[in-house]
């Protein structure tokens, strides 16, 4: 499942996956696997997320927390 506001949240600053990872220090594949909801991030991963576009994490990644 794709993760279309983490996705939006992205292009709304105009930028690339390859850009995200690097301003996170994260690999761009491990980026774009987050963003097709292929991979699961952790914690610390999520908050970092939700700190780089300031929204809150729930918001970017409603998948990982309906059940909250």
């Given at each position: 499942?794709k ?66």
């Amino acid at each position: 499942m794709k993760r279309y506001p983490l996705i939006a949240a992205r292009v709304a600053l105009d930028k690339t996956q390859a850009q995200v990872a690097k301003d996170l220090c994260l690999s761009e594949v491990y980026v774009r696997k987050i963003e097709a909801g292929d991979k699961k991030p952790g914690r610390e991963t999520i908050i970092r997320f939700a700190r780089y576009y300031q929204r809150p994490a729930h918001e970017l990644f409603p998948d990982i927390f309906r059940d909250f």
